[in-house]
Nanobody, 121 residues
Framework: QAQFVESGGGLVHPGGSLTLSCAAP????????MGWYRQVPGKQRDLVAA???????FYDNSVKGRFTISKDNAKSTVYLQMNSLEPEDTATYYC???????????????WGPGTQVTVSP
């Protein structure tokens, strides 16, 4: 199965910024919607942003106006620019090809290792 590798996480103060990267295999970005998900221990993994093959974007209300998803097909990389970070954004972040089905986003690929984002004073 296709492998995705996330990077760019770290420790940042509230109000700070980080940019996450997701290395995707082959030409998947040109034919699939890609999503960024996050998960905290004990809770489900939820999508926070998605970008379609034609670069239509979607954001969860919790990150709208603060996060920006983008991609570079030539580099096979999806990005998540995160600004005005809040402690509530602390989570492990993952990328995955995704589809919107029956009112919810569904991951369709295998999970990578994720990258940890910690927002703390």
């Amino acid at each position: 199965q296709a492998q995705f590798v996330e990077s760019g996480g770290g420790l940042v103060h509230p109000g700070g910024s980080l940019t996450l990267s997701c290395a995707a295999p082959g030409s998947i970005l040109s034919r699939s919607t890609m999503g960024w998900y996050r998960q905290v221990p004990g809770k489900q993994r939820d999508l926070v942003a998605a970008i379609s093959a034609s670069e239509i974007t979607f954001y969860d209300n919790s990150v709208k106006g603060r996060f920006t998803i983008s991609k570079d097909n030539a580099k096979s990389t999806v990005y998540l620019q995160m600004n005005s970070l809040e402690p509530e954004d602390t989570a492990t972040y993952y990328c995955n090809p995704s589809t919107y089905l029956s009112g919810t986003w569904k991951p369709t690929g295998s999970w990578g290792p994720g990258t940890q984002v910690t927002v703390s004073p």
